[in-house]
């Protein structure tokens, strides 16, 4: 199997991203999202970098996963987090590697930038998924997440 390459997307890669989190968001909350709003959300993360980014993972010239890196800072920790969002691999790639190589160059990058941990969420019937985090060393948290979605920004879907 060719090895993986990991590269930042750029704005060429908006339509796979789009895709991919449309399916993403299907496959995962049966949720379907505004095109319009996701492109535009997408390119938000590309034009202003403080926001994010996404990494593109390549085997053998073609795209087949992404990730998004969101920054969150902590007042206890002085220091940011980098969450882990919009995970996609194509249904052929995946039990792959995909992720683990994702994965493992979004901790380097974290060490190089000096975040102070990494976190994502996941579904909390995708035991598969949990699985794959717990392997690479993550740790279910003990907190809760809760959202409320504000008037005018629609139906609060990430």
């Known amino acids: 199997m060719p090895a993986l390459l990991i590269r930042a997307a750029t704005t060429a890669d908006i339509p796979e991203l789009l895709a991919w989190n449309a399916a993403m968001a ?12 996701l492109e535009r959300g997408i390119a938000g993360v590309l034009e202003q970098p403080g926001r994010g980014f996404y990494l593109i993972a390549e085997r053998a010239g073609v795209a087949v996963g992404s990730l998004l890196v969101t920054y969150e800072w902590s007042d206890w920790r002085c220091g940011d987090f980098w969450w882990i969002q919009s995970v996609y691999v194509i249904p052929a790639a995946r039990r792959g590697g995909v ?4 994965y493992a160059d979004v901790a380097r990058r974290a060490v190089a930038g000096g975040a102070v941990g990494l976190r994502l969420y996941v579904e909390t019937e995708n035991r598969q998924a949990q699985a794959t985090y717990a392997d690479l060393g993550m740790q279910r948290c003990h907190y809760w997440m809760y959202e409320s979605a504000l008037p005018g920004t629609g139906d609060g879907a990430d």
């Open 26 to 37: 299907w496959e995962t909350e049966h949720k379907q999202l505004d095109p319009i709003v």
């Open 99 to 102: 992720f683990r190589a994702l």
